[in-house]
Structure formats: structure tokens, C-alpha cells
């Protein structure tokens, strides 16, 4: 059975082309042609040799997911359906900003953490994701981007907030992330890139090793036990304190933060007495704040607060000094915002 080209970091791409004596470039040429170039095909490679392009066409399949669907919102938002190997579906979002584009990627198909504010929560947990299925999406969005969109292609940053718990799928997504930084390829820097939690602790306790110096963000959501209870179940099983003790430990650089996911809820965790609870928690932490108000799915029972109410949440937070952000809701039209995607 070939093995898949986009599961091999640079690392073991060169271990193998130095195995097979295939030449002290080879590894580099390649990871240029299908990541920089993005070309799909090797063997059109021009500094490809003849017994590389054999062994590759031997021992190497490169495949990747495939568009089935693409919704386009007036807000220039894409959402893709993928289909993977074995008929499996999962969604990708290009999310526009400022002229440039943050890919949102997927980590599995479906989800085991159950939130029940997360449309993807009631889809259930199927599998993870391949390591070449988590690259793939990347590339295939940033092909479309130039096929469609030439003019207004700049795919800039990464964020692991699609379908899945990231670091429930860890070795492959630590891998994705590894194929992304590489200067031969895609060439990403590490401040581009997020990968957010629940506040899934075996993955986390492995990230001070493990993980390269990517940004990390938690989805907080709520300070209050019992409320992190119903909007994210795992929490019963991994308390919020030992979840931000084991974050505290992570190494951050100079002009790093950890953002601190705040979905907004009206009634539930939207009132000043919440935003006071949440900044006495974080005043002492290297913390920036991303407020997101609520994006309803079908048979939803939870509502978006009113703008009134998140402003004053909002700015009764800055009072603790800390960086805050109230995000602007961008593909909620076509069900690709925050906490919205399902197949």
C-alpha cells in the first residue's frame, strides 16, 4: 500500500530520498513543488530525476481531499465540503480580513467533547483526521483561492477551530503543523498559526514538549463550574484550574499571548458579575481576550445577547487592563461562523 507524500514532515522526507540515495536535494525540490508551487502531480517536477520519479510513483500516493461543495457569502466568507478517502466529510472556512484570508481547518470527522453550544458537538465523534486530510484542506483552499479569487488570494494564517478537538487528534495535528512551518514548503510563521482546546488535558500536558511555538487558544466560555459544565462537558473531567495551570506552564515568546475564547450567550454568561469573574481570573495571566458572540444552529436552544450587553461586558473588562476583542461575526449565513459546522 503507497503511503501518502503529505504525511511525511521535511524530516522524513529526507530520511527517505537519503535512504534511497535519490540525491541531497530532493526532499527540498519536492516540499517546493507541492507546497510552495502547489502542483499536485511530481512527475512534472523539472529537476525530478528519473529513478525519483520512479521510486516516488512506487512507493508515494498524493491525493488529497476533494471539493465537493463551496458556499460563498456576500461577506466573502467560503466554506468547503470535503470528501476524504473513504467518503467521509468534513468543512474548511476561509474567513476574509484586512485584504487576506485565515484558513479555519478541521481535525476530525465529527467530535467527541459534546458542547452543546457547537453545531459540530451534535454530529458526534467518527474518527480523526489524517495528517495528509489536515494538509490537504490547505492546500485545496489556497488552490481554489488563486483558481477563483487571483486578485485576493493572500492565505496568511491558520486556526485549528474547525470541526474536532485538536488536540484530541495530537500526533497528527503536531505533524500538520510541523509540514506547514517548513521553509522549503508552505513557509507559515509560527505566530500565524492557533490551535484551540476545549480544555482537553492529555493533550495539553503533552504541548510544552511536543508542540512547536504556535499560538495556543482555550475555549473559557464560562468561569462558573457549573456553567463550563453544560457548555463543555468535558470540563467535570478536566477541572478549568488544572486546564490553565497546565497552560501557565507553556513557554510563551516576547509579544505572546494565550487567548482566552469567550462565546457569549444571552442570559447565561453575559452580565457584568460574569465579565468581573472572568477578569479577576485572568488579570495576572499573559491573557488577550476574544469575546464571540453566540451563532445560532438549527434547534439551538441558546440566543446571541444584544450589542448593548456585550459592549458593557466588553468594557468592564478592559477595566482589568487586559487586551479585548469583541469578534465581528463573519459567515453565519451560510453556517460557516464559530461553533457552526456540520456534515
Not at 525519483?52 to 467560503?78: M, S, W, Y
Not at 447565561?268 to 488579570?283: I, M, P, R
Amino acid at each position: 500500500m503507497k503511503q501518502s507524500f503529505y504525511s511525511l514532515n521535511f524530516t522524513e522526507l529526507s530520511q527517505v530520498c537519503r535512504e534511497q540515495d535519490l540525491g541531497r536535494e530532493v526532499a527540498s525540490w519536492l516540499y517546493n513543488w507541492h507546497y510552495k508551487q502547489n502542483q499536485q502531480s511530481p512527475f512534472q517536477s523539472p529537476r525530478l530525476s528519473k529513478k525519483a520519479a520512479e521510486f516516488l510513483g512506487n512507493h508515494f500516493e498524493f491525493q488529497r481531499p476533494e471539493i465537493q461543495e463551496v458556499h460563498q457569502a456576500t461577506d466573502r466568507t467560503v466554506k468547503f465540503l470535503f470528501q476524504l478517502a473513504d467518503g467521509r466529510s468534513v468543512e474548511t472556512v476561509l474567513i476574509p480580513f484586512q485584504g487576506k484570508y485565515t484558513a479555519c481547518l478541521s481535525s476530525q470527522v465529527g467530535c467527541a467533547m459534546n458542547c452543546s453550544f457547537c453545531y459540530t458537538g451534535t454530529q458526534g465523534f467518527t474518527r480523526n483526521l489524517k495528517t495528509q486530510e489536515i494538509v490537504g484542506q490547505l492546500l485545496e483552499a489556497k488552490r481554489w483561492l488563486s483558481d477563483n479569487r487571483p486578485n485576493d488570494c493572500r492565505l496568511l494564517n491558520v486556526v485549528f477551530m474547525g470541526q474536532g478537538e485538536p488536540l484530541h487528534n495530537f500526533d497528527a495535528v503536531k505533524k500538520s503543523v510541523e509540514i506547514f512551518l517548513t521553509q522549503n514548503g508552505l513557509s507559515l510563521a509560527d505566530h500565524k498559526i492557533t490551535i484551540s482546546t476545549a480544555g482537553y488535558l492529555p493533550g495539553l500536558m503533552r504541548w510544552r514538549e511536543e508542540m512547536p511555538t504556535v499560538n495556543i487558544a482555550l475555549s473559557l466560555h464560562a468561569v462558573d463550574s457549573d456553567v463550563r459544565n453544560e457548555l463543555i462537558p468535558i470540563n467535570r473531567k478536566y477541572d478549568l484550574n488544572e486546564v490553565l495551570n497546565c497552560i501557565d506552564e507553556i513557554p510563551l515568546q516576547d509579544k505572546r499571548f494565550v487567548t482566552f475564547e469567550y462565546l457569549m450567550i444571552a442570559d447565561l454568561n453575559d452580565s457584568t458579575t460574569d465579565a468581573k469573574a472572568l477578569g479577576s481570573l485572568l488579570q495576572n495571566r499573559r491573557a488577550f481576550i476574544n469575546l464571540i458572540p453566540f451563532n445560532p444552529f438549527p434547534n439551538s436552544r441558546y440566543k446571541r445577547p444584544d450589542d448593548g450587553r456585550m459592549q458593557a461586558f466588553k468594557e468592564c473588562l478592559e477595566g482589568f487592563g487586559m487586551p479585548v476583542t469583541l469578534r465581528t461575526t463573519k459567515g453565519d449565513a451560510i453556517l460557516a461562523a464559530c461553533g457552526q459546522l456540520k456534515v
